[in-house]
């Protein structure tokens, strides 16, 4: 074959083989754009906002222990110490489980259910280390770091309850009742208020960091509890008074280091909104340190160290709902205006009727976290300061929509904790024995003791 009729025959074949590739090369021509599109809108998670999240949510772990065991276990007489730790321990942990199993998927299975997140994500089905969870503008972060993040919560929220009948409660009783509680009053209030489908969520109610999932649901459990196991033996006679009040303090102050990872992680990036949070979590509260510290000084002569402590909390936890909402102005005179109102329902109110709440659970929590959710609809506002209403929403359509959001919280806390009590108690029973209670809880319930003369 000569040069000539090879080259004409390669080029014959060359042709052929352009004109069977064209449809293919056409295709990938075309599915490349599409391709590099879809690889572009794959949510990426934020690294900043990722590690934010992680630090927030170890300081929310540092809340429950050793802060809020350590403040309540202050609280408490000697002999009870350890079974305050203990509780706070154990219960944070069952509850982590519970979280991970089923919580989750309770709270925020993506039902469109307003009351139940569904069972779609039991056993954290579909989660993997590229799921991703949406913040409050276009980023996302990983779903794990979420998933872990609400779990401080829902593990930190049912030991508040304990602090309400320390010193009495069986130790089954305790882990037992804060089981049910959790699967039937708080991952339902959970997935209603913070779900985008959730009934109090589509009402557009504001609740920041969690002033009726956390506090008032907290307090109001706490209670009735406090009235249904009854009193402490030798309640108003023998003396109850903290056997640590140093322990108190470095407890509250644990508490009021890790809130910064509880309001400003609700965020749930590193934004202007968290430091917005940041700002009013130091000033509500110093706010109602100083307030409460004033009032104690008109009414009894001297302000107490107790004072101080409780003032603290009080101030965490009415900025709680507000902290990313309301201005740092608005967030001083929601602290100012708490610590009086808390104060007049642990020294007046309480004794009144005559319930026994130890560590003043729903003084301090309940009524601090009932003002917070009210006064959240008003320090919203522009004009005050705050990030402002949704289109449309006046101050007083936005006040009635928190006032139906806490009332619907109390309500389905107060009845379903009755319920839960009296199930508890037909199940392991809820007081231990006068003899046990008069040892001391640490030797009758552990076997051990905080203290050795």
Same mark, same amino acid.
């Given at each position: 074959m000569s040069f000539a009729k090879l080259n004409s025959t390669l080029l014959?074949?060359?042709?052929?083989?352009?004109?069977?590739?064209?449809?293919?090369?056409?295709?990938?021509?075309? $599915?490349?754009? $599409?391709? $590099?599109?879809a690889v572009a809108a794959a949510p990426v998670p934020n690294k900043g906002d990722t590690a934010f999240m992680f630090v927030c949510t170890i300081l929310v772990l540092f809340m429950l222990i050793p802060g809020l065991a350590l403040f309540y276990g202050g609280l408490v007489r000697a002999k009870n110490m350890l079974s305050v730790l203990m509780q706070c321990t154990v219960i944070g942990s069952a509850i982590m489980i519970a979280w991970v199993l089923y919580g989750y998927s309770f709270a925020f299975g993506g039902s469109t259910n307003p009351y139940f997140g569904g069972f779609a994500k039991l056993f954290l089905a579909g989660v993997t280390p590229d799921s991703t969870a949406a913040t409050f503008s276009d980023a996302v972060i990983p779903e794990y770091i979420f998933i872990v993040f609400q779990m401080t919560f829902a593990a930190i929220t049912p030991a508040l309850i304990v602090g309400a009948f320390a010193e009495r409660i069986k130790f089954s009783a305790s882990v037992l009742f804060c089981l049910l509680w959790v699967t039937f009053i708080y991952f339902p209030i959970a997935h209603m208020v913070w779900d985008a489908n959730g009934l109090i969520f589509g009402w557009g109610a504001l609740d920041f960091a969690g002033g009726t999932v956390v506090h008032i649901n907290a307090g109001v459990a706490g209670l009735v509890g406090a009235i249904m196991v009854g009193k402490r033996t030798g309640y108003g006679k023998d003396m109850m008074a903290p056997h640590s009040m140093t322990l108190t303090l470095v407890g509250a102050a644990m508490l009021w280091f890790g809130w910064f990872g509880f309001n400003a992680g609700s965020n749930l990036e590193a934004t202007g909104g968290a430091m917005l949070a940041t700002i009013n979590t130091f000033v509500a509260t110093a706010a109602a340190v100083v307030s409460w510290s004033i009032v104690e000084t008109f009414t009894r002569g001297k302000a107490s160290m107790l004072g101080a402590a409780s003032g603290m909390i009080a101030g965490l936890v009415v900025i709680t709902p507000a902290a990313g909402i309301a201005g740092p102005m608005g967030a001083i005179v929601m602290g100012l205006i708490v610590s009086p109102l808390c104060y007049f329902f642990v020294s007046v109110i309480k004794n009144k009727f005559g319930y026994d709440d130890t560590a003043d659970v729903f003084g301090v929590h309940g009524i601090g976290g009932l003002f917070g959710a009210l006064a959240t609809g008003i320090f919203a506002s522009s004009s005050l300061g705050g990030i402002g209403y949704a289109d449309g929403v006046t101050m007083g359509a936005q006040f009635f929509t928190q006032v139906k959001a806490v009332l619907v919280t109390v309500v389905w806390c107060g009845v379903g904790s009755v319920i839960l009590f009296k199930i508890t108690d037909v199940i392991v029973g809820l007081r231990v024995p006068v003899e046990a209670e008069r040892e001391g809880l640490d030797l009758a319930s552990h076997g051990e003791a905080a203290y050795h003369n």
């Open positions: 014959r074949i060359g042709a052929a083989s352009a004109a069977m590739l064209a449809p293919v090369v056409a295709f990938a021509q075309e $599915a490349a754009p $599409a391709a $590099a599109e």
